[in-house]
């Protein structure tokens, strides 16, 4: 799924972060592509790569960026688990732009002007708010949207969620010893109907992660369950962003992990249910199953 290189300078004022080689997106409930295709289709060779410019407590990067949306990350080695969940489906992954970031006290400030799902056109603001309440407890909100509009699509650029007019996050993480827990809350907005053509629709969604390192063990337990449902009918005219417009859908996921030194070990058994299907986009050959059950390893080598 990944064979991933990374050159970085976290010294000084001037700093930098590449990221080079190939890798994959395995997300419940969306067909998986393969390593190869992935790369070629989405960020190329390259997926991530930006200079940094650091002056006490703010700082300024520009280039192929991690968004800020979402609490789960793009690569599947920086997750609890191994495949991405439905609400990680509606959000950015990497976008090419700039941004700020500043430390005041216990709260971090961030902002970016980039080109969201990848577009190539830069309208998209985000920007997150962090408060680190103590040393057990986070609050994060994060927000952003196209405050323009992109009237095409790709394989990077999904149209209709590209041209969100508004996609919001409240995300809290908790760590103390063996746990780390992080419930969080999401909600976008398509807007734009008159450059899709199809009328404004939106997703509300919640999920929760757990990871539990058993102790004095190699092992680590990891769980996520959410749920989310996209808004209109199969008759409205509104978006399809889910099985359909107007359907729901909820997940369960768990991952045990095994680690010893730089290599590790991972199943994974994931479910995803669905209802108010539109027929066709669901499961199945026919698209008209409304569950899938899904299996998955990944071993390799972190170093």
């Given at each position: 799924?990944n064979?991933?290189?990374?050159?970085?300078?976290?010294?000084?004022?001037?700093?930098?972060?590449l990221?080079?080689?190939?890798?994959?997106?395995?997300?419940?409930?969306?067909?998986?592509?393969?390593?190869?295709?992935?790369?070629?289709?989405?960020?190329?060779?390259l997926?991530?790569?930006?200079?940094?410019?650091?002056?006490?407590?703010f700082?300024?990067q520009?280039?192929?960026?991690?968004?800020?949306?979402?609490?789960?990350?793009?690569?599947?080695y920086?997750n609890?688990?191994?495949?991405?969940?439905?609400?990680?489906?509606?959000?950015?992954?990497?976008?090419?732009?700039?941004?700020?970031?500043?430390?005041a006290?216990?709260?971090?400030?961030?902002?970016?002007?980039?080109?969201?799902?990848y577009?190539?056109?830069?309208?998209w603001?985000?920007?997150?708010?962090?408060?680190?309440?103590?040393?057990a407890?986070?609050l994060?909100?994060?927000?952003?949207?196209?405050?323009g509009?992109?009237?095409?699509?790709?394989?990077?650029?999904?149209?209709?969620?590209?041209?969100d007019?508004?996609?919001?996050n409240?995300?809290?993480?908790y760590?103390?010893?063996?746990?780390?827990a992080?419930?969080?809350?999401?909600?976008?907005?398509?807007g734009?109907a008159?450059?899709?053509?199809?009328?404004?629709?939106?997703?509300?969604?919640?999920?929760?992660?757990?990871?539990y390192a058993v102790?004095?063990?190699?092992?680590?337990?990891?769980?996520?369950?959410?749920?989310?449902?996209?808004?209109?009918?199969?008759?409205d005219?509104?978006?399809?962003?889910l099985?359909?417009?107007?359907?729901?859908?909820?997940?369960?996921?768990?991952?045990?992990?095994y680690?010893?030194g730089?290599?590790?070990?991972?199943?994974?058994v994931s479910?995803?249910?669905a209802?108010?299907?539109?027929?066709?986009?669901?499961?199945?050959?026919?698209?008209?199953?409304?569950?899938?059950?899904?299996?998955?390893?990944e071993?390799?080598?972190?170093?």
């Amino acid at each position: 799924s990944n064979a991933q290189v990374f050159v970085q300078n976290v010294d000084g004022t001037f700093q930098f972060f590449l990221d080079a080689g190939t890798y994959s997106f395995p997300t419940v409930g969306v067909p998986y592509v393969e390593s190869g295709s992935t790369n070629t289709a989405t960020f190329g060779a390259l997926p991530v790569g930006f200079i940094k410019y650091v002056n006490g407590n703010f700082s300024f990067q520009t280039g192929k960026l991690p968004t800020l949306i979402g609490a789960e990350y793009g690569f599947t080695y920086e997750n609890m688990n191994i495949s991405r969940g439905l609400l990680w489906n509606q959000e950015p992954i990497i976008s090419r732009g700039v941004q700020a970031n500043y430390t005041a006290g216990p709260v971090l400030f961030n902002v970016s002007w980039n080109d969201g799902f990848y577009s190539n056109r830069f309208n998209w603001a985000t920007g997150a708010a962090t408060w680190t309440i103590n040393t057990a407890n986070t609050l994060e909100l994060v927000g952003g949207g196209n405050l323009g509009t992109t009237g095409y699509g790709s394989s990077t650029t999904p149209e209709v969620l590209n041209n969100d007019s508004k996609i919001v996050n409240v995300i809290y993480t908790y760590v103390s010893g063996a746990w780390t827990a992080q419930d969080y809350f999401q909600y976008a907005d398509s807007g734009n109907a008159s450059v899709t053509g199809v009328r404004d629709t939106s997703t509300t969604g919640v999920g929760a992660l757990v990871n539990y390192a058993v102790p004095n063990t190699s092992w680590n337990l990891s769980a996520r369950i959410e749920d989310i449902s996209s808004s209109g009918s199969a008759t409205d005219g509104s978006a399809n962003l889910l099985y359909g417009p107007g359907s729901k859908a909820w997940s369960f996921t768990f991952t045990p992990t095994y680690q010893s030194g730089i290599f590790f070990t991972r199943g994974e058994v994931s479910f995803v249910g669905a209802s108010s299907t539109t027929r066709g986009m669901a499961f199945g050959k026919s698209g008209t199953t409304t569950s899938q059950t899904r299996f998955a390893v990944e071993t390799g080598i972190l170093f």
